[in-house]
């Protein structure tokens, strides 16, 4: 009995030294962290490191400071940045090599890290991924998928076409689409928007922020593109887009660019097989597409009933590389062994 006592004390005491040990490591570490981020107060001097570890943290705690202000100005309520359960928005984008692909793509990537429970999916016009954007997105620090899908040749454009000859972005937007129908084939209704970013537009934080909640498709106004300075919905009195102001084609049935509305997740899904159409007349991309999910009378105005602005339609210049071109005859290049 007594050798019986003693051993049934000998596992408990074994299983309490396994609770001590945790619990001393715990606050090892919990003091350890403690005294290193308030200042040192270990006598160790820090290594360089952790001195840059400190300077770092205070970094980050400095533009968290900076950033709730600013979310503030514009009045974005903390549940805003803070909730996790927020519906994410999934924004795909087309893209394709060139000399400037990079610097588009971090021009959104900057953008995008402001932007909480963002997807972003980017479609390559290429026949597989290339390591430029495998790179880029694995450093960029989003969450997001990479795939690729190449554009026939037929419905490329030639250097001596004019832009509108041909659509553009087409087949990739719709691989992004696939994606989606195909992450979410067991989900009737999935929580989420969906957004088509170009890779060359301007994109402010406050669009994201718009956008996040779109129950069915909604709409805002786009800067410098078709022509003018902005196309941009019409709204009523009672809220509803009533027409279009636009200088080309105003009479279009959605006279808007691909940058000018998101669709909720689940309509878009519901909608079975709908996708752009390549065969899309000319400037009726976005028309073909909306009319098949989508009734103007539907469409939600955000931006303060369409009145700010918040997403810019820019192109980039083509850069001028007649010097890398005389250089490349002779042999040089000046991008050897250097990525741009
Ligand atoms: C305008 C609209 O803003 C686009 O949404 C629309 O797709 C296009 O017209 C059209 O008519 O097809 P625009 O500025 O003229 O856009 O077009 P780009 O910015 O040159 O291209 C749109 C997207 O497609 C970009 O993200 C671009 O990177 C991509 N793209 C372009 C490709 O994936 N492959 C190409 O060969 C060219
Ligand atoms: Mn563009």
Known sequence: MGSLNSYVLKRRMRKWWKYLVVLIFLLAVYFGGFLHISGNIST??????????????????RQIKLLKSVLKQYSIPEKEYSDVLLPVIYVITPTYTRPQQKAELTRLKSVFLHVPA????????????????SNFLESSGLTYTHLHQSTPQEWKLKDSDPKWRKPRGVLQRNAGIRWLRSK??????????VYFADDDNTYSVELFHEM??????SVWPVALVGGVLVER???????????WLA????????????AGFAVNLSLLLNKSGVEFSIDAPI?????????????????EPKADLCTKVYVWHTRTEQPDLKQEIRLNKVGKHTDEGIEL
């Open 212 to 217: 996040r909640d779109t129950h069915k498709v």
């Open 44 to 61: 160790a001097p820090p290594s360089d490191l952790s001195r840059n570890t400190m300077k770092e943290v205070f970094a980050l705690q």
């Open 118 to 133: 963002l997807h972003w999916i980017v479609v390559e016009d290429a026949p597989k991924k290339s390591q430029l954007v």
């Open 233 to 243: 919905p019409l709204v009523e009195s009672n809220g509803q887009v009533s027409s």
């Open 283 to 299: 400037g009726f991309q976005e028309s073909v597409f909306l009319e098949k999910i989508i009734t103007r009378e539907e469409l």
């Open 247 to 258: 200088g080309w084609k105003a009479d279009r049935p959605f006279a808007m660019d691909m």
């Open 184 to 193: 979410f084939a067991h989900d009737a209704s999935p929580r989420g928007v």
